[in-house]
């Protein structure tokens, strides 16, 4: 009986250890993460781009449903193509970026979790700071698992890859964000588009 519990023990131990989560550093040598943004009012349409990323998750393959971690983004890299439309969105009268000077989004939970592959789909629950105020939003996300692919983006690193995809919509009026003003040229809603890869090494 000793020796049959103590085969047990060494397995459960060792199913610890494979299934232990795996650390993804978000924060891109190349530059490629980003988040586009895009406003559609009666007047004008406008996109920007964000590339100041960082952050890291939590991510155990064999549970992808318990992904853990923290995005984010600066928002001083936050672009617009018009020089003018810049300076006014990182003012005071809108982000004010000397206040506010990072956009957060921490995972809490994760709902209606399917997995194919290594694809995993799934809504992601957490608290979305932005603009000094903080909103608990849920949002869908695809997650893509390289095993081992870091090397095709890094061929001197060997690693895992997690690819992040999603699109969801934030109201700047939620956030303080010149509520209800301007919104014949900036609409209240915010569609974002978050395309991003983290790293594992090895």
């Known amino acids: 009986m000793k020796k049959i519990a103590l085969i047990l023990g060494l397995a459960g131990m060792n199913l610890v250890v494979f299934a232990a989560p795996q650390n993804f550093d978000f924060k891109d040598p190349k530059g490629v993460n980003n988040v586009v943004f895009k406003t559609d009012a009666p007047l004008e349409s406008i996109n920007g781009t964000a590339t100041g990323i960082s952050g890291s998750t939590a991510f155990d393959p064999a549970a992808p449903g318990s992904i853990k971690g923290k995005i984010v983004v600066e928002a001083a890299s936050l672009e617009v193509p018009n020089p003018m439309m810049k ?72 690693g895992d890859l997690l690819v992040l995809r999603s699109t969801f919509t934030v109201k700047r009026s939620d956030f303080g964000i010149n509520k209800g003003n301007f919104e014949d040229k900036v609409s209240d809603e915010i569609e974002l588009n978050l395309s991003l890869a983290g790293q594992s090494l090895h």
């Not at 990182?90 to 939970?109: C, G, R, Y």
């Not at 799934?122 to 869908?140: A, C, F, Q, R």
């Open 87 to 158: 300076q006014h969105l990182q003012s005071d009268k809108w982000l004010d970026i000397a206040k506010h000077p990072q956009i957060t989004f921490e995972v809490l939970s994760t709902d209606n979790v399917k997995t194919t592959g290594n694809v995993t789909t799934g809504d992601i629950t957490g608290n979305l700071m932005l603009h000094g105020v903080t909103k608990k939003i849920t949002v869908p996300v695809k997650m893509t698992y390289l095993k081992d692919r870091l090397k095709d983006r890094f061929p001197k690193l060997d």
